[in-house]
């Protein structure tokens, strides 16, 4: 299990092959990579800024990264998330689950996608093209989303 926040950019592949070497007992890994968006509904986006509180937000994550093993049978575990400011293109974040079977993954990566879209402790604000900016709020469905996992007898062992 690890988390990352950094502001350099990460290489899909060597982190899931850094993430499951030497390891037979994995029979499946998902990945989930978020990217900066070109445009969102109000327009054209010249880039996105993330800001964090370091320490708090690195506690946050291990904490619901530990709640996913709890939930599910995971082998390993990863989050990265990227701070600073990034462009339409660069990479957001990468979440990857690894089990022996792929329904436990499938549900933990989309369990700690959830959390991190509606609730990690992270600010991101968007620059237009036309150069205005404003603060991202969790929309509507991923709220919605996330409420799924609010009841915590939904494990799967």
Known sequence: MSVRVEKDDFEIGAE???????????????????????ANDGGAIAGMTLEHYPGMTEQELARVEAEAAQR????????????????????????????????AAFE???????????????????????????????RDSDNRAAER?????KKIR
């Open 16 to 38: 899931v092959a850094r993430l499951t070497a030497g390891r037979t007992d994995i029979g499946a890994v998902v990945t989930f990579t978020g990217t900066v968006r070109a």
């Open 108 to 138: 933990a990566a989309a369990f700690l996608m959830d959390y991190l879209k509606t609730r990690a402790p992270f600010w991101k604000k968007e620059m237009g093209a036309d150069g205005s900016t404003r603060w991202v709020d969790p």
């Open 72 to 103: 599910w049978p995971l082998q390993a575990s990863l989050i990265i998330h990227r701070i600073g400011t990034l462009k339409p293109g660069d990479n957001i974040v990468l979440v990857v689950t690894a089990s022996a079977h792929r329904e």
């Open 149 to 153: 996992w609010e009841d915590t007898s």
